[in-house]
């Protein structure tokens, strides 16, 4: 078969076409097998559970970094014979979407969404957006070329998904885990709901630290940025043996503090957490509204001291009555300055600081938190789980240290490794998590009050039923019931992911593909994502999500900025596909980037990427130009995986050392995508098919002749090598080429085939290339035109065997009219040379050169370089600018100096050799 490619790769005429060619094929489900596979029942399962994008609009280019990541070792696996499932699906993202849309009718004229629509008119108009953006969202992912299975599409927000909710959520109720209770939490007034403390976005602000006291006779001083929440003090921490320990015990009694018209009655307790160095050395207790003490009083209360909770601030974010008259109502910003003012006019402030303050905000609503005490639910990660003997916690940090239950195999490996440790700090500091939200969008807590006894006269005694099943009426007493108005925290349905979409214990997918095989997400889900994960898998099954767990940095801007809409920096991925291919976009979201660091985009990458690519192509034409000229046609893929392609035997050592080259890549690439490493792959790719094939061989193939063979070889294994990165024209070449009987996606991954050629070495081959490069540079440094021939003579020694049987290579190569090699041979006259591995290579100037012309030329560039030298020379000489200019600025001079005084000297030696 006779086929020569186009002239040029146009993307938009392949994309579609061969996507659609890959799903009707049916190899995105892991059911599909390649022919070339023996026995296709003993196919390894290979699972990646798609990381659900938000439905919150469209992708961006985190989400593209994402896909290609995911893509490249589906395709990998694929190719290696495993039964691939990369399981794609969407996230309803309960408080972002709500946020959005909200805001988006706000825009539109609506002044409060939830009071004019309710919760059903709200509802609806978020799934209008949520399922236009999904259909959007879905679209786009198939853009990228993901190879994922449709017929599996799953949505945390579907029948199926949330039924496993409501179960996980009763089984953990009614095995002590998840409870309801009075605590202080996250209130974003804004939003007017919760929030976790892993969803909180901090900010740096200016900020004042006042220093003062209660009352005269109070004998301790405190230190806060929060004046107003001393409304509701109740206690003052000290260290049990700090300076201030001789008042432990003791009680104050504070009238009228602020003119707030309440009394407020304080207790001096012990605290070993108190840094007594620090500051005043102790602590106002504002139990109502910091976390950490309200933490000091459950401990004081399970001590038998009830130091009290007084809320001085509202879910409005005002003042509340407790606050006392003169405050009630008020914003917290006025209660600040008040009280300020009271302290100062009574002189019980001591100190007003300036400082810089770390403010938690709402990642989805952007207001300030405020701490306040709510009645919530929430999941209890300390309690001993019945019949386990251990916490949440600790099955938390089991499971990527010594695998659960001290089982290896139940480990989950994260990579890089120092993630690892960031994971278990978290672990370590974790608090009972929040999981209920005041907001509409989302899975509702399976949890219904009874209104009262259905005949009054009997009157109920039941409070709350939680069921996985929805309820008409009170199982206990026949009464009305209503379900908890609250849903549930996103994370809590997201970290059932990697189980909830394969359907649960019965389901033949489940046991097929669960654990999963490898998941990744980007560092700052570490502990939002991947710890919930960890968390409902070690409960429910004692097994962990995914055996690898792969964490990338973030994708930022050429600046190294945040991609954002306040910036107006975002870049659509889809209009980069348009203008150069998704390939090419693949590519530059994959090289240069070290696992889990952050890395830039920019269009320059996106532009090298369409270079490369239409590289590839335009080598893949010559090379099957060359192959149908020589044999006529090309040899169809062998479809064993034994098989493979034939290694061809090396006639040359041209032959012998490019294959040499691509066994070196194809155990190289191999490697790091088995490790991960998806940048060195990449960049090793390019490096051999820019460098090593298109530089070197292919123009060696053109003056040598014979090649066939070894560019069918070639060229079939470089299509499988590049696949994973490239898909589209790898594919599109592969079936110009071989025909759509099969299909590259599931062609067998390249094998290593030993070879007995002894023709010559390596090194003897890098030697030629070496004389090349020297006599390139040779009339590179002497101005001679490249279509210009020049003759060179080279005293070979050792090598002059070598030398002669490849002396077509080296005229072709480096452009020689005449190539003289003897063993032994004087310099001749007029010559400039260089010597390589004790063979010295001599090109003569006369005849390729205008010799007095040259020499002016040189002598002009002298002249120029000198003065510049000597100016350098004087300003390092000067103490003052050495000692005074900063350090990277003196570098950088030296640095001048050094370049100009290694150019200065070779134009001597230039001149030198053509005055002789």
Excluded at 377 to 394: A, H, M, Q, T, Y
Excluded at 569 to 584: F, H, M, R
Excluded at 669 to 684: C, G, H, M, P
Excluded at 867 to 896: C, H, M, R, T, W
Aim: hydrophobic share 35%; with cysteine.
């Amino acid at each position: 078969m006779n086929k020569e490619l186009p002239k040029a790769y146009e993307p938009q005429q392949y994309e579609d076409a061969i996507y659609k060619r890959w799903e009707d094929s049916g190899y995105f489900t892991p059911e599909a097998c390649p022919p070339w596979v023996d026995n296709p029942d003993s196919r390894e399962p290979y699972s990646i559970m798609m990381p659900p994008p938000n439905v919150t609009g469209v992708l961006h280019l985190g989400h593209a970094l994402e896909n290609t990541l995911m893509d490249v070792m589906a395709r990998y696996q694929r190719m290696n014979g495993k039964k691939v499932l990369l399981l794609p699906g969407t996230d309803h993202a309960a408080v972002a979407t709500q946020a959005r849309v909200e805001k988006n009718l706000v825009e539109a004229g609506m002044k409060n969404p939830r009071l004019e629509l309710g919760r059903e008119g709200l509802l609806e108009k978020i799934r209008e957006y949520a399922e236009q953006s999904k259909t959007t969202i879905l679209s786009q992912i198939k853009k990228m070329g993901t190879s994922a299975d449709w017929s599996r599409l799953a949505y945390t927000f579907d029948e199926e998904r949330s039924k496993i909710v409501n179960i996980v959520f009763k089984k953990m109720y009614d095995d002590g885990l998840i409870y309801r209770g009075y605590r202080v939490v996250n209130w974003s007034v804004k939003g007017q709901s919760t929030s976790s403390d892993d969803e909180l976005a901090y900010i740096e602000r200016k900020s004042k630290l006042y220093t003062f006291k209660y009352s005269e006779s109070f004998p301790i001083p405190i230190a806060t940025t929060r004046p107003e929440t001393k409304l509701g003090d109740t206690a003052v921490a000290v260290h049990p043996e700090g300076r201030w320990k001789e008042y432990v015990g003791q009680e104050f009694v504070i009238e009228n503090f602020g003119q707030a018209g309440h009394t407020l009655r304080l207790k001096i307790i012990a605290d070993e957490n108190v840094d007594d160095s620090f500051g005043t050395g102790a602590l106002g207790v504002t139990t109502a509204h910091s976390p950490i003490d309200f933490e000091m009083y459950l401990k004081q209360k399970a001590l038998g001291n009830d130091i009290g909770l007084i809320q001085v601030i509202g879910k409005d974010g005002l003042m509340t009555k407790e606050a006392g008259t003169k405050y009630e109502g008020k914003t917290v910003e006025e209660a600040r300055e008040q009280v300020v003012d009271w302290l100062r006019a009574e002189g019980l402030l001591i100190e007003e600081q300036e400082i810089d303050q770390s403010v938690a905000t709402s990642d989805r609503f952007g207001d300030i938190i405020e701490s306040i005490p709510m009645t919530q639910w929430f999941v209890d990660v300390n309690k001993e789980i019945p019949g386990r003997g251990k916490s949440l916690k600790e099955l938390m940090r089991e499971a990527v240290t010594i695998g659960l239950d001290g089982n290896a195999k139940k480990k989950t490996i994260v990579n890089p490794e120092r993630f690892e440790k960031s994971y278990l700090a978290w672990v370590d500091n974790l608090y009972d998590w929040c999981i209920s939200r005041q907001i509409w969008w989302g899975h509702r807590v399976p949890v219904w009050y009874c209104q009262g006894a259905k005949n009054k006269e009997q009157g109920t005694t039941c409070q709350y039923v939680v069921t996985s099943e929805k309820l008409k009426a009170c199982p206990e007493c026949g009464g009305n019931i209503a379900q908890d108005e609250d849903t549930l925290d996103t994370w809590f349905s997201s970290g059932m992911w990697p189980f909830a979409t394969l359907g649960g214990p019965e389901h033949k997918d489940f046991k097929t593909f669960f654990p999963t095989s490898w998941m990744q997400m980007g560092y700052e889900i570490v502990s939002l994502w991947m710890a919930r994960m960890i968390l409902f898998s070690a409960y429910l099954f004692n097994d962990i999500p995914f055996k690898d767990a792969y964490v990338h940095g973030i994708l930022r801007d050429k600046d190294g900025r945040k991609f954002s809409k306040s910036l107006k920096n975002g870049i659509d991925p889809l209009d980069v596909i348009k203008e150069y291919g998704t390939d090419a976009l693949r590519f530059s979201l994959m090289v240069g980037v070290a696992p889990g660091n952050d890395s830039r985009f920019y269009m320059e990458k996106v532009e090298a990427g369409r270079n490369l690519v239409n590289k590839l192509w335009n080598m893949s034409r010559f090379m099957l130009m060359t192959v149908d000229k020589e044999q006529g046609t090309m040899n169809k893929p062998v479809r064993r995986r034994g098989g493979d392609q034939v290694r061809p035997e090396a006639k040359t050592l041209a032959d012998q050392w490019i294959l040499k080259k691509l066994d070196t890549l194809v155990t190289g690439v191999t490697k790091n995508l088995d490790s991960f490493d998806f940048s060195y792959a990449a960049e090793s790719l390019r490096d051999f098919t820019w460098n090593d094939l298109a530089d070197w061989y292919l123009e060696i193939a053109k003056i040598e002749g014979g090649k066939a063979e070894v560019l069918n070889y070639i060229l079939n294994t470089l299509l499988k090598l590049w696949h994973p990165y490239t898909p589209f024209v790898t594919e599109a070449i592969w079936q110009e080429v071989y025909g759509e009987e099969q299909l590259l996606m599931v062609a067998p991954w390249p094998t290593i085939q030993r070879s007995e050629d002894v023709i010559g070495t390596e090194e003897q081959f890098e030697l030629m290339k070496r004389i090349v490069t020297g006599v390139r540079n040779l009339r590179s440094e002497y101005n001679i035109e490249p279509a210009k021939k020049v003759a060179v003579t080279i005293s070979a020694g050792k090598q002059i065997e070598l030398l002669q049987k490849n002396v077509e290579i080296l005229k072709g190569m480096a452009r020689l009219e005449n190539c003289t090699i003897e063993k032994t041979i004087a310099k001749p006259d007029g010559a400039v040379g260089f010597i390589e591995s004790e063979v010295e290579v001599f090109m003569d100037l006369s005849g390729s050169v205008d010799l007095e012309k040259e020499k002016e030329r040189i002598q002009k560039e002298i002249a120029l370089i000198e003065p510049y030298v000597i100016s350098l020379e004087k300003k390092l000489a000067n103490d003052e600018f050495v000692n005074n200019a900063p350090a990277a600025v003196v570098e950088g001079e030296k640095k001048k100096l050094e370049e100009a005084r290694e150019k200065l000297k070779k134009l001597q030696e230039q001149l030198g050799v053509l005055t002789k």
